[in-house]
């Protein structure tokens, strides 16, 4: 059964009706959820697959391409092709292929499915030359020839197919960039998985491990959030143990240097700059880092912003991948932790604040949903971040959220992780005035100032509560 998807869903059943070539890329985050959708979608349908080796569990490193050709070879034996011999390079490997399927050709649709495409490509392979003498020769030229080809290195799939420059210049006939579950969508995953669970901890689940259909996969019917935690990350042979070094290594071409990005933005959820990312991890500030923050980016592990009121020039990078920053947090370097730490843990100062930063970065992931409560879906806008830092004059400053909409209205939002309804008390209302009037101060006069808050429950009505124009709450998270 495929949760969600139905755009995409319906997009791959009219490629493959239609009645001329097609080439299909789908890439996204690692675990999200590609090959399962091509098998569910084309199940029964797939003339040829082939899925790539991963290069960190390959045996023979020293000879990729001889291990990648060979592995090619024995998917043509296995879906049919009469034994050969082994292809000497890319383009003998793509011509065993076209022989195949003319010699099995009756007329109609036939799909061939090349998955992780971007380990094929090994150093000195002629792989993509070999891939566009293969469409770009003989089956761009079949009607009824259907290519979909998906990839985790996302990075590899913009480059090397969406923005090629070369011989697959425009080739593509349609791309799908798969994204994680949202909030709705995990919840409707839980209950066809019969695993009984709140809203308040369906938003625990993805602070901890985003929307990753593999990962939620993990979750266990009639256990509670704690313990299936618990059994992920902390118990003896926790099944995501060694997720966060296959994370990098399978997808990144320098990931120990990846890696030592990563976990320096953890330090700050706001991020750093450049030039601090390349003091903090001593890395060089020069074209590999410009590549390796580019991939973080194109994986959706990082996020690159200009806070608000800064120049265009005073770029941030922040991460917001929820598994990363939860590992790195709880996980990672942890070896004493024993094996129910979240269940001993869970009202401790600690996870009480990782919830509230936590929650600040699935708001920020569920901005539809919000402006959607808002009233404001059609309405351009853009969301990050402020900070001011205090002085002699001044207190310093930090909100959550902004939404800077193109109707001149800013939505200062301020985003709490409660168990309840929130109280807004009388320090706290001066608090948010005080926040008010520095922003007020800094804005143009055209542009009016909404304090909304975004909680789980909603706001508990009092003589502060009015300082609020919006309440936003879980039950609009998890609306569309």
């Not at 669970?197 to 593999?214: A, N, W």
């Not at 120990?256 to 990563?262: A, G, L, N, Q, S």
Request: proline fraction near 2%.
């Amino acid at each position: 059964m495929v949760i969600g998807r139905d755009k995409e869903i319906v997009e791959l059943n009219r490629l493959y009706s239609s009645h001329q070539a097609q080439f299909v890329a789908i890439y996204g985050r690692r675990r999200v959820g590609k090959t399962f959708l091509v098998d569910e979608v084309f199940k029964g349908r797939i003339t040829f697959r082939h899925a790539g080796l991963s290069p960190v569990e390959t045996d023979n490193k020293k000879d990729l391409l001889r291990e990648q050709l060979r592995n090619f070879y024995y998917s043509l034996l296995r879906q049919g092709m009469k034994k050969s011999k082994i292809p000497s390079s890319w383009l003998e490997a793509f011509f065993l292929l076209e022989t195949y399927l003319e010699k099995i050709d009756n007329g109609k649709r036939q799909l061939v499915f090349l998955d992780e495409l971007p380990w094929m490509d090994t150093p000195r392979s002629g792989f993509m030359t070999a891939l566009e003498s293969f469409w770009n020769g003989w089956g761009c030229h079949r009607d009824n020839f259907m290519l979909v080809v998906c990839g985790s290195a996302t990075s590899w799939m913009q480059d090397k197919l969406v923005n090629n420059h070369g011989g697959l210049y425009d080739r593509l006939t349609y791309e799908i960039k798969l994204s994680p579950f949202t909030l709705k969508e995990c919840e409707q995953y839980f209950k066809a998985a019969n695993v009984q669970m709140s809203r308040y901890d369906i938003t625990q689940c993805y602070m901890s491990i985003g929307g990753i259909p593999y990962y939620l996969g993990y979750f266990q019917t009639g256990k509670s959030f704690a313990q299936n935690i618990d059994n992920m990350f902390f118990d003896a042979g926790a099944r995501l143990t060694g997720e966060y070094d296959r994370l990098f290594t399978s997808v990144f071409t320098r990931p120990d240097d990846v890696k030592r990005i990563v976990e320096c933005l953890s330090a700050r959820n706001y991020g750093f700059t450049r030039n601090e990312i390349s003091d903090i991890t001593k890395l060089s500030n020069n074209g590999n880092l410009t590549k390796m923050l580019y991939a973080l980016i194109a994986s959706d592990f990082v996020v690159k912003y200009v806070p608000f009121g800064h120049s265009k020039r005073e770029e941030y990078y922040k991460l917001v991948d929820p598994f990363c920053i939860f590992y790195i947090r709880f996980v990672l370097n942890n070896s004493k932790t024993d094996k129910t730490f979240w269940i001993h843990n869970e009202n401790t100062p600690v996870i009480v604040s990782w919830r509230g930063i936590a929650f600040e970065n699935v708001c920020l992931s569920h901005i539809k949903q919000i402006k959607h409560a808002l009233g404001i879906d059609g309405v351009a806008s853009s969301q990050s971040s402020w900070a001011l830092k205090g002085d002699d004059e001044h207190k310093g400053a930090q909100i959550d959220l902004l939404i800077d909409r193109a109707d001149h209205v800013l939505n200062l939002c301020e985003v709490k992780f409660y168990s309840d309804d929130f109280t807004v008390d009388k320090d706290y209302y001066r608090k948010l005035q005080y926040r008010q009037k520095l922003l007020s101060d800094r804005l143009p006069k055209r542009t009016a100032i909404h304090q909304t808050l975004v909680t789980t429950y909603g706001l508990k009505y009092n003589e502060y509560s009015g300082i609020f124009q919006n309440v936003v709450t879980l039950e609009d998270l998890f609306a569309i």
